[in-house]
């Protein structure tokens, strides 16, 4: 066995928190019937979005179709995605991560690195305690099971949340990294893709203890500044720094929405493009940014697509001043008889909000009264839940379709408030 990587045991300590089988686990937390069962959502798109680890078990894997699913697994528990709770339970999670320290990437819906230098004093443990008590805190609170992986880089924190999943706690300080690096295979090493892995097997290599072993400069030539990065990350480097604002900010924001069953009903889809411009919008106005561009696309059920774009005369995030402008669009691109399956919208060229910008040839009265309007919307929805107050072309987007086992209600997000025998989730909104 090589000699350790580093003598400091934690020159840094980062974490990694991975949620397990989060949209699965949301729903047994949500539904206890559903507990140490087959849960598996997507109904609504008729394939596997995610599924339980007791689903996982009788062979279920993500993207499957819902026909092989009930195939292999008869009895599982089919239900449509509810992307409102999932976000609500996300939101939740990253707030009791920021109790034991302010510096949280939130890296997607269901994990986050964080920087826990330095806590040890804060909260009288040490940091593989902090990660259990983190663990411990979601597991009370929000009834879902995360795993944690503590150790002197974002790359080998990750490698160690996935050591022991689900539910695994794992904690490599600096005189063990060699240990854990000799157990990690190549294509478990976060950013070795298989063309990666395929080449660095021509060089004999097969863990990421090798690879490490070997000089940065083979890194480098092989791999370029990435390869040189993550030879740097795994020796313990900290390199890729936790990002706390980097999320908050988009260069631009799309909502893409496929539905079941394809129709080439041109109010409905239409309703459906609306519906991801709405989205859209309030994703852009939770962040204080307008649109200077929308682009619109539309996918038929040969899964070619079609797209549009225009500049705006001023930017903006009020749905009722760019309806207009998706309609032209919208209108530029349907065709009459064609089947469609997915619409999308992205608003690009987007800029900070406030101060309101008011261009030479427009009403600035007009432009404060959508803005205001959509401040008293997105007031409501925090209370009562996202698209309580919509456009009228949500009423013609349809409340169920045909499913592998009869009729399947959709996501909570297209349907009206009340219209859902799903249960709704209760915890109270973080501002």
């Not at 062979?59 to 179709?65: A, E, I």
């Not at 880089?153 to 990294?177: D, E, I, M, Q, Y």
Request: aromatic share 8%; charged share 25%; glycine share 6%.
């Amino acid at each position: 066995m090589n000699s350790p990587i580093t003598i400091h045991s934690w020159p840094r300590a980062i974490a990694h928190v991975d949620a397990d089988a989060f949209f699965a686990s949301v729903e047994q937390a949500l539904h206890p019937e559903y507990r140490n069962r087959p849960v598996i959502t997507g109904a609504e798109r008729g394939i596997v979005a995610a599924a339980s680890y007791e689903a996982k078990a009788r062979g279920v894997k993500r993207g499957v179709s819902l026909s092989e699913v009930t195939r292999i697994c008869p009895d599982c528990i089919l239900l449509p995605s509810d992307y409102e709770t999932y976000s609500l339970f996300s939101k939740r999670m990253f707030a009791i991560m920021r109790r034991f320290t302010p510096e949280v990437e939130e890296y997607s819906i269901d994990e986050a690195f964080l920087d826990l230098t330095g806590t040890r004093r804060l909260h009288r443990t040490g940091y593989k305690e902090i990660g259990g008590m983190i663990q411990e805190a979601i597991r009370k609170e929000l009834d879902i099971t995360v795993s944690v992986g503590v150790s002197l880089s974002k790359s080998t924190a990750k490698l160690c949340s996935k050591f022991r999943k689900p539910a695994g706690l794992t904690a490599v300080r600096g005189r063990h990294l060699h240990l854990l690096l000799a157990q990690t295979e190549l294509p478990k090493v976060w950013g070795f893709g298989p063309n990666t892995c395929a080449l660095l097997k021509k060089y004999g290599l097969k863990t990421a203890l090798d690879f490490v072993n070997r000089p940065v400069e083979f890194a480098k030539r092989l791999l370029g500044k990435i390869g040189e990065d993550l030879w740097l990350e795994l020796r313990g480097e900290y390199v890729y720094r936790i990002d706390t604002i980097g999320r908050l900010k988009q260069a631009s924001i799309s909502k893409f929405k496929t539905f079941t069953p394809p129709t080439a009903d041109r109010d409905v889809v239409r309703a459906r493009a609306l519906r991801n411009l709405e989205s859209a919008c309030i994703k852009a106005r939770r962040y204080d940014q307008s649109a200077g561009k929308v682009i619109l696309f539309l996918r038929g059920q040969d899964f070619s697509t079609d797209g549009l774009e225009v500049r705006l005369s001023h930017p903006s995030a009020a749905p009722t001043e760019l309806a207009e402008t998706l309609i032209g669009l919208f209108d530029g691109l349907y065709r009459p008889g064609r089947l469609y399956r997915a619409t999308g919208v992205v608003l690009a060229e987007l800029i900070d909000s406030n101060p309101l910008q008011f261009p030479l040839f427009e009403d600035p009265m007009r432009i404060i009264t959508h803005k205001k309007l959509f401040e008293a919307v997105d007031a409501m929805s925090e209370r009562f839940g996202k698209h309580t107050v919509f456009l009228s072309d949500g009423l013609k987007i349809p409340r169920q379709h045909e499913g592998p086992r009869g009729k399947v209600p959709l996501r909570r997000a297209e349907i009206l408030p009340g219209e859902t025998t799903r249960q709704h989730v209760k915890l109270p909104m973080l501002h």
